[in-house]
């Protein structure tokens, strides 16, 4: 299971540092995809290759414009031997990364923000929102 929160800054190059514990959940070789919320979704290859199957079992006309989003832009990365990853321009551009980035593990897939984006969005995330969040799943 993914889990933590990682600061990091872009190079450059467009790498970043991944994060080790998170690296050794996902293997040596991983996808980095857009997500909601213009985040960037991180699945190991295992979980990838899930996603892939449960798209194809629903009609073109629902998983079409999924297969366009997820896949389309999608790019297998390979850290290299500090850790790093590059991240392609055009996911950099999606998900607003210039510098300073967050790496976050949650359950089944990583996620990477821009920082100032990651702690807005966490502002929302209110005691009562989670509370009832927690109430319709039944905790």
């Known amino acids: 299971m993914l889990t933590g929160q990682y ?11 991944f994060p080790a514990r998170l690296r050794e959940e996902l293997g040596d070789r991983f996808v980095v995809t857009r997500g909601l919320d213009n985040c960037l979704f991180v699945y190991s290859m295992e ?11 629903l009609p073109i006309s629902k998983s ?3 297969n366009r989003f997820f896949f389309a832009g999608a790019a297998e990365v390979e850290p290299d031997r500090q850790g790093r990853v590059v991240l392609p321009a055009h996911l950099r551009e999606y998900a607003g990364l210039e510098r300073d980035v967050t790496i976050a593990g949650v359950s089944n897939r990583a996620e990477i923000w ?14 009562e929102a989670i509370a009832g969040a927690m109430d319709d799943l039944g905790f």
Do not use: I, M
């Not at 600061?7 to 540092?17: E, I, P, S």
């Not at 979980?47 to 079992?57: F, P």
């Not at 821009?114 to 005691?127: F, I, P, V």
């Open 64 to 66: 079409a414009p999924l």
């Open 114 to 127: 821009d920082t100032a984006r990651w702690e807005a969005q966490n502002e929302l995330l209110t005691s």
């Open 47 to 57: 979980e990838w290759e899930r996603l892939a199957a449960k798209l194809r079992e």
């Open 7 to 17: 600061a990091h800054n872009l190079d450059a190059k467009g790498r970043v540092n």
